[in-house]
């Protein structure tokens, strides 16, 4: 099987309304996607305006080499997606397979990186809870700090782990000469996917990694 | 297709933008700026989203009912934040004017 037909669902007009009705449709999704982040995000405006010192002092437990190291991945993961939408339009399946899977190298370096990080605050005490074994004079504001920072770097995990497995099946399906010039529409929008969670790191990585540095 | 084809070129540039905007962010977050810092490290995150959203996304090329949808995400953003912020910073204020 090569190309699907360009125009399928019979209520467009043409391939390209129906284009524009699935990209349309991605966002709308992202934008959910955008609130259900949004909530967490309002979560640690809130919590730091109250602590901000506890916040300053509690982001010292995060490694912002590693971080750092983490955000270059991601962008760079970001342009290997963008190139691989590009080589999808211009229907060259080699280039196409190749980012594909550089693609997901890089995020699977990420999440590699983040278990260390993990692991490392496991080892430390500094998981919330019944183990947490910091006793500083803010060890509230602290505890709070690392179960935002824990569920908001967890909950971008989890979509990074569906955005491996989206990739994955992109990848399967492009082998079998799914994608072509004129249908490409599920690597571009799993590429929308893929950015949007790039951005959500853009978001976490200074406001939990940088904002004690200066203290 | 209307889909546009954006040179790699462009993608390049962008990637570089962002990796030195990436840079900058963790440079500037090292000196004591105060309060500004805060405000440096989201106008940095800004500029950095907003790259990726209008070049690697497309929506620099998407039709005008796509860029309605994106930005009515962000206004829904902003109230959410900024409504709840009403709330948080000006409750010792009100317990100030009932006593």
Redesign the interface.
């Known amino acids: 099987m090569s190309e699907r037909a ?1 125009a399928s669902a019979h209520q467009f007009d043409d ?2 309304q129906q ?2 009705a699935s ?2 449709g991605m ?2 999704f ?2 959910t996607e ?2 259900f982040f ?2 967490m ?2 979560v640690y ?2 919590y730091r ?2 602590y901000p010192d506890g916040f300053a002092h509690a982001s010292h437990h995060l490694d ?1 080499l590693l971080g ?1 190291i983490n ?2 991945v991601l ?2 993961s ?2 290997t ?3 691989a939408v ?1 080589a999808a ?2 229907g060259r399946r080699r280039p196409l397979l190749i980012f594909l899977v550089l693609t997901m190298a890089l995020g699977s370096t990420f999440l590699v990186i983040k278990g260390f990080e993990y692991a490392h605050k496991f080892r430390e005490g500094l998981v919330p809870g019944p183990w947490f074994s910091y006793h500083g004079a803010d060890a509230g504001a602290q505890q709070l700090f690392l179960s935002i920072y824990f569920a908001m770097t967890g909950v971008h995990a989890a979509h990074m782990v569906i955005g491996l497995g989206v990739l994955g099946t992109l990848v399967w399906q492009a082998r079998r000469g799914r994608y072509g010039k ?1 249908y490409y529409t599920p690597v ?1 929008l799993s ?2 996917y893929w ?2 969670v ?2 959500v790191w ?2 976490l ?3 939990l990694y ?2 004690g ?3 | ?3 546009h ?2 040179p ?1 070129r462009i ?2 540039t962008i ?1 570089t933008v ?2 030195v905007l ?1 840079a900058v ?2 440079i500037v ?5 105060g309060r500004m ?2 405000v440096v ?2 106008a ?2 800004v500029t ?2 907003v790259l ?2 209008l ?4 929506l620099r090329y ?2 005008k ?2 860029w309605l ?2 930005s ?3 206004v ?2 902003s109230i ?2 900024l409504f ?2 009403t709330d ?2 000006t409750r010792g204020l009100v317990a100030l004017t009932q006593h």
Request: proline share 1%.
């Open positions: 360009a391939a390209e284009h524009d990209t349309l966002w709308v992202l934008v955008i609130m949004a909530g995000f309002t405006v809130a305006s109250l912002v750092t955000t270059t962008i760079t970001s342009l997606m963008a190139l590009h339009q211009l004129s571009e590429g929308l950015h949007f790039d951005i853009i978001f990585f200074p406001l940088l904002i540095r200066h203290t | 297709m209307s889909e084809v954006v790699v993608y390049f990637f962002l990796l990436t962010t963790v977050s090292g000196i004591d700026l810092n805060t490290a989201l940095i995150a950095k989203a990726v959203i070049f690697f996304m497309h998407s039709t009912l796509t949808v994106v009515a995400g962000f829904w953003l959410l934040i709840t912020m948080v910073l």
